[in-house]
């Protein structure tokens, strides 16, 4: 089964404060995970994919095959990081992603 | 380039009417997508299309159909529509599948659509 789970619908942290978004994959060959933001008003686009292992706007994941996880982590957050976060898996057919639930981030002043 | 775009970007129908969503993209992407997000549900995939002429269904196709007759243009149609279907629809495209950073998909801005 593929499954991408965000357990986390709502998050709110303190600016400064670090923050981490979990997500935890379901998949039975080799995962490629991403990473997709969508800012008020804005459209739904890509922030980071673990095969690349960058960090855009100071946020980064990790993908951990023994715990199946894909936890987006930044050690400062800012107020315009407030945004719906979505994990996703590069499915099978692999033209096909499956997306986790989302996190709504709040960033309090 | 207006990358993806989407009309209508409201709409309200009752339920019975039929409308359809186009879908535009000129980045010359092979594949593109129809996705309906809801509160809780994440981001679920409709239908899908891998190139001119060619559809399959996604997760959740049931009451939709699609036509992509040229490749720039994925139409989604609603032949009778119901209040379960009241949602944002959501387009994206991206490259075919090669390598890993051909698979970014790049969304529209979205339909909301509200079925009475």
């Known amino acids: 089964a593929q499954r991408v789970t965000q357990p986390e619908k709502l998050l709110s942290v303190f600016k400064g404060a670090p923050v981490e978004l979990k997500c935890n994959y379901s998949y039975s060959g080799s995962p490629e995970l991403f990473w997709y933001v969508q800012y008020s008003r804005q459209r739904l686009q890509l922030l980071l994919r673990h095969i690349s292992r960058e960090s855009i706007k100071g946020f980064t994941a990790d993908l951990n095959k023994g715990e199946t996880s894909f936890h987006l982590k930044k050690p400062f957050a800012q107020e315009e990081d407030s945004a719906m976060y979505y994990c996703?898996?590069?499915?099978?057919?692999?033209?096909?992603?499956?997306f986790g639930q989302g996190t709504r981030l709040t960033i309090n002043p | 380039n207006a990358g993806v775009t989407q009309t209508p970007k409201f709409r309200v129908l009752k339920t019975g009417q039929s409308m359809t969503l186009l879908c535009a993209q000129d980045m010359n992407h092979e594949y593109m997508y129809w996705y309906r997000q809801d509160p809780g549900m994440g981001l679920r995939l409709i239908h899908y299309s891998v190139g001119e002429g060619t559809t399959a269904k996604g997760e959740v196709p049931d009451g939709y159909n699609v036509s992509r007759l040229k490749k720039q243009n994925f139409l989604l149609g609603l032949e009778s529509a119901a209040p379960s279907q009241t949602s944002v629809y959501f387009c994206?495209?991206?490259?075919?599948?090669?390598?890993?950073?051909?698979?970014?998909?790049?969304f529209g801005p979205g339909t909301r659509l509200t079925v009475l």
């Open positions: 996703a898996l590069k499915g099978n057919p692999p033209q096909k992603l499956v």
């Open positions: 994206a495209s991206s490259y075919a599948t090669g390598t890993s950073l051909d698979n970014e998909q790049f």
